[in-house]
Every structure is written in structure tokens, then in C-alpha cells.
């Protein structure tokens, strides 16, 4: 083009103005296409010399919203921006994520682009860019929901005004509150804020506070702040109270007739110690054609439970029992969840019961699914059905002993069979903390894993695919839909086995799925890496890949179970879609072939559970963490062996296996050499040395600080427990340091169960 004088620059922009008009004019004629850069410029004629500055213009055109730049970097007609509704995640550093509801990629949103909302908001994005190879970015437009009404923070006193800091560092800004709004709050103290004004991008929320936590050292203000902080209620509404109370105890001789009457059936719990709530029990009996025939027996809570009665709306409302580490906080009321539900020992119970007929091998030939009524002759903690089986403990009958071991047989073997058709078994260890009187931990262990586990877990297991399995059947030979909510699991994304495959093969254990990914597949590559010095390193990281497990009605199986029908049926007085299967199992039981009226249609059901299962395990595992937390600030300068467990650039984290209590050792404090991260392998390569720090190798670490106020641990490295170099084959990818703030995170492996 002509260039350097008035005149060339007017003939320039002429050009540009008429070639923008000849795009536009094409584009707008082909609505419902989109054209790579260079097919459109063959379609206008566009000679090579000008072909630079023609798709620079496509670009220039893109951002001013005069045509769209779809994915691909394919070009149309402007549609609009596209928006996307989902849920905001925040990073400490500022920046966040929207996470979609539907398919599609996160959402990256700058601090400047989020208006003002706030951590787990529900937000509509507008589309805005998404530069190549990245995520597409884009602006908060409108907020659908807040994630929060109240939030946990430290109160400070200020001039006019007085301030609170969030705990959640995810929620980067401080809420102003009046002296006349301060609630008795003294500096220093955790308080429970509720949200007045959400305020804008440049106005701060304002608040109220509502309740004085106490001081941060009081031995019970830790559990109380997660509590709050993940919005965990601690009471019921009156009304759900009024309800529950007047709920009738006794069960009927008509409610008796009608039902499966399994009372004379050997028939008992297992649960832990310190259990309240036993919605399980179980039963085995050998047939005599050899086969045997497990009962798997649940609380009906929905005989008790009335669709849309305030019961039923709170505890949707709650989705789930939460187990934090002092206390429970119940689905339903007591009344229900411990008394009238709860299959206690020596008392007569209704019960929805699946009666299994099981071959010796562990084939299952048939199933019976019935209302009933039981009575549970035993109470059995899982130490005592372990020492049962043990042959160490005496004093029961012979014939309670004898099913315990059948059942322990049986549970073997249903688990080799489930292990052959690529069932993973991603069992991680459970941390085991003692309080005292008041709360304070006195100790730290890992929970026993003992068989008696494996039993109840292999027949619940049995008991929500079964039932599953007879839906599905039903909808097969009826040729009906029938509605039904799943526990789904689905198999890894792309980008996350691309990553996974990457690993392992720089590893040295090249794994090779083909054209599909199976679960079968997966389990016989887990299996060869068992027993090498590899194994830990790789099961976590194959357990850090998958998907996270849901609830929906559509059925796409359960890929770490390797069950292609799957329920949860099993635990309806802490897990409401348990509760909401229940009730269409006795519609479609009756004949009827749609489901019985309930709080919320089932896809809501499905969605609100799923939310507030995830809101539960955060829950509960930052009331872990409080505790361990607590447990080491009196243990600075002590040393343990740790393993580590999370590679980043700014250092990794490491784990002590006896207590479960992780911690970072920052990069920085690596003053031997300068430490690059291997993205690839997951490892810390020093440029000189060559020395690594791989997930998964042995460590000595020596606590060196505790910020009780971000449930953070720094450790310092003492020596490396198994030390390697590189052999040089593969460079590290340098990662950039940004500034970050407070408390970091690594990945949280996914519930896949």
C-alpha cells in the first residue's frame, strides 16, 4: 500500500473501508458460515502482497464487533457476543474461573472484568476474546446469585469505619461495617458477617455483623468458622422441628401386612464407634441350591419424609449430612436421623430391602426389591465384626460368626470380579483425630482400613448398582423413559489423559489406550506399574485426572467403578438423591410410569445435590485442617518423614504419612541450586545439579512455620530420603512467579464413588 505522505494515507484508509465493506457484505450474505482467514481471502480475491494486512483487518474487524472470530480463528457474521452462565472461581491471587454448566471450556476473568462478584457467585460472562491456545476470556455482566449471604472473617477496628477480613482468601476484598453495625465485635475476634451492600468495582461491600465467633486460639471457633463459612446450618426451622416431633412412632398392623416381613432373618449392622444414625443393615443366607442371597436392608425414610412438607424442603435445602471432624450436621432432624430411621439394634424397623441371589463364583442371577420390615438383632462397630471374623472375640452366636465370614468371602469375591471387568480402586487413607473435652487435638493417626470396611462397602456397592440395573431393565422391556437420578462418573477428559499419557510415558511406562479409553484398560496399566518405585507417583496422578463424580438423569456410567448402571440408593437418611430414588422406585414398584411429585423437579434435584456434595467435602475437609492445624503451632522445629505430594514452580508440597498432615517447602528455600519445574514429569529440576524433587519421593522435612489463620504449614527441607539427578534427556519448563497471597493450594483429587 502507499505509505509517507497525507495523500497515501487516505488512499490507504479508502482501501481499508472498501475491503471492509466487501468483507462485511460477503459475510452477512453467508450467515450461517464461518471462513479461515485464507479461504475468505481466495472467496474475495485478495492478492498474496495484501493478504498480511487483509487478515490483520479480520482481526481489527473481530474486536470492534463488527464480525465474530468463532473457535478455530474462523471468521462470520456478527452475532453478538456470546455469554455463558456459571459458577465464579477465585484465585487468591485475584483472578478467577467460570465454570460452565454446560459443555464448554472455563472461562478465565480478570480481577479489573468481575465487577463486583465474589467467590462461588453464580455469574453471567460475556465472551470476549480467547487468545490462541488458551482459554477464552471474558467480563461479568450480571450476577445471578450470590454463592454467600454471610461470610467468616477477622474483625478491625478502623476510623468511621470498621473492617472485616474475609478468612476465604479466595474473597480478596475486606467488608466495611458502621460502628452501629459492629455487633459487640472486639479487634481480633471471628465474626459472621452478613452482606449489606455488595458494593461495585470501585466500592467495597458493606456489612453487619450478625454473631461474635470468639478469638481465634478458643478451642471451638475453628470448626465453627467452616461451619459458617461454608453457610452449614446449626439448627432447623422451627417449623421442619414442629414437623418432625409430630411425626407417629409406632408402625401400623396394616403398614405390617402389606409389607415384606423379614423380621426372623438374621439381620445386623455394621458401623463405626461413635456411630448415631445406622441406615444400613445386611443379611446373608445360603440357599439350597448352593447359592446364597444377600439382603442389603435401608431405612425407608420416605414413609416418614412427605414430598414438599418442610422436612422434605430443608433437607433438600441441605442435600447432605456433613461429617466434620467434632460434630455431624444432620440432614434431617434427629428425630428421624437417629431415632424413628435409624435401624437400631433389637427394635422393629420399615426398610426398603434388595434381595440379592448371588452364586458362588458371584454371579448375580436375580434380585428383589421390597418394601419391608426388619428387626436388627446386632449393633456391630467394624472393629468388633473384624475381631469377629478374626477369631478374636468371643460371646456371640456361633451362627452370627459364621455369616460374618461368608459375608467377608462373598465381598472378595465380588471384588475380584469388579477388579477383572476394570473396577480402580482409588482407596486413600483417612486421617484419625483425637479431641478433648474441649476440642483441642491431643492426637493425630490414620483411620484403620480394616475388611470389615471392605464388606459393607462391596455390598453397598452391589446393593446401588442392582438397583440401577433393574431400572434400567424396567425402562428396556417397558419401553417407557422413566426418570430415574444416577450417580455418574464420566471418563477423563482429553486434555487431562494427553497430560496423564505425557506423564507416564517420560516416566518410562508408556501406556498406550487406543482409541478409547476403558476402564479395564486403565486398571491393567495400574496393575503393571504395581510393586515399582513408580506406583504411588502414578496411581496419584491417574486419581488427579479424572472427573469429578455427579448426580444427573442422564445415565453415561460409571467409569472408576466400571459399572455401566449406577445409583445411590444406599444412605437415604444423609444423602438426598438416596431419599428421591426411594421414592420413584415405590412409584414405578406400583405401576406407575412417571415420577411422584417431589420439591423440585429431578434434574434440580440432581444439580442442587450435586453443589451441595461438593460443599460438604470442602467443608469437611477444611475442619480437618483446622484441627491439624491447630495440632502442629505446638510442634515448631520438630522433624518428620514426608512423602512428597504436590510439584508446582514455586516449590512442592509434602505429606507425613503417620499423621496426614501436608506442608509447603517454598522453592526459595531450595538454596542449593535453581530449581525449574518439569511440568511433563511433575518434578523440580536444579540447573546445575540436576537434583529432583519428584511427586511421590521420600523427604525429611522439619516444620519451620504455622499460620493458624490460613490453615497453612511451611516446612523446611532437612534431605532428600532418596536422591536423584536428572540424566539431562528432558528440560524443565520454566514457569513464571507471580506474587501470591496467603494460603496455596494444590490439586484436590475428585470423589469418583
Known sequence: MIRGTKKGYLLMMNRRKNLEKKI?????????????????????????PEYRDFRDLLGSLAEEDKITRHKGNRYGKFQGRERVEGILHVKTQGYGFVIREEEGEDVFVSQRNMGSALHHDRVEVELWAQPVGKLPEGRVVRIVSRGRENLVGVFQEGGAYHYVIPDNLKITRDIYVSEADRGGAGPGQKVVVEILDWGDAARMPEGRVTTVLGYADDPDVDVLSVMHGFGLPDRFPKAVEREAAAVP???????????????????????????????????LEILPNGNRRLGVHIADVSHYVVPGSAMDTEALRRGTSVYLVDRVVPMLPERLSNELCSLRPETDRLAFSVLIEITPEGEVLGEEIRESLIHSHFRLSYTRAQALIDG????????????????????????????????????????????????????????????????????????????????????????????FVYRVHEKPSGKKLDQFLRFVGAMGHPFDPGKKLTPAKLQRFLEGVRDTRHETVIRETALRSMMKAQYTTANVGHFGLA????????????????????????????????????????SGICKTATEREINAAEAERESIRAKQIAYMSGRIGEEY??????????????????????????????????????????????????????????????????????RKVDFGLVEALNERTDDRNSAPVRKKRGKRRGKQKKTVPPNPA
Open 392 to 483: 478374636k472375640e468371643s460371646g456371640f452366636p456361633e451362627e452370627l460368626v459364621r455369616t460374618l465370614r461368608d459375608m467377608q468371602a462373598l465381598s472378595q469375591i465380588l471384588f475380584g470380579r469388579w477388579r477383572a471387568a476394570g473396577h480402580i480402586d482409588f482407596d486413600a487413607p483417612e486421617p484419625k483425630i483425637v479431641l478433648d473435652a474441649k476440642g483441642r487435638p491431643l492426637e493425630l493417626t490414620v483411620r484403620e482400613r480394616l475388611e470389615s470396611h471392605r464388606l459393607v462397602e462391596a455390598f453397598m456397592l452391589l446393593a446401588n448398582q442392582t438397583v440401577a440395573e433393574s431400572v434400567h431393565r424396567l425402562r428396556r422391556e417397558s419401553g417407557r423413559k422413566y426418570p
Open 24 to 48: 462485511l457484505a460477503f459475510l452477512n450474505g453467508s450467515p450461517n458460515q464461518s471462513f479461515k482467514a485464507r479461504e475468505l481471502a481466495r472467496k474475495l480475491d485478495i492478492p498474496e
Open 563 to 602: 459399572f455401566k448402571q449406577y445409583t445411590h440408593f444406599t444412605s437415604p437418611i444423609r444423602r438426598y438423591p438416596d431419599l428421591a430414588v426411594h421414592r420413584l422406585l415405590k412409584a414405578y414398584g406400583s405401576g406407575k410410569p412417571e415420577p411422584p411429585k417431589m420439591a423440585a423437579p429431578l
Open 249 to 283: 412412632g409406632g408402625i401400623t398392623d396394616s403398614e405390617t401386612a402389606r409389607r415384606l416381613d423379614l423380621r426372623k432373618l438374621l439381620t445386623f449392622t455394621i458401623d463405626p464407634d461413635d456411630a448415631k444414625d445406622f441406615d444400613d443393615a445386611v443379611s
Open 641 to 710: 518423614d514426608a512423602v512428597i505430594s504436590g510439584v508446582t514452580g514455586f516449590g512442592f508440597f509434602a505429606e507425613i504419612p503417620e499423621i496426614l498432615v501436608e506442608g509447603l517447602v517454598k522453592v526459595e528455600d531450595l538454596r542449593d541450586d535453581y530449581y525449574l519445574f518439569d511440568e511433563t514429569r511433575l518434578r523440580l529440576v536444579g540447573q546445575r545439579t540436576r537434583r529432583i524433587f519428584q511427586l511421590g519421593d521420600p523427604v525429611r522435612v522439619r516444620v519451620t512455620r504455622v499460620l493458624k489463620d490460613l
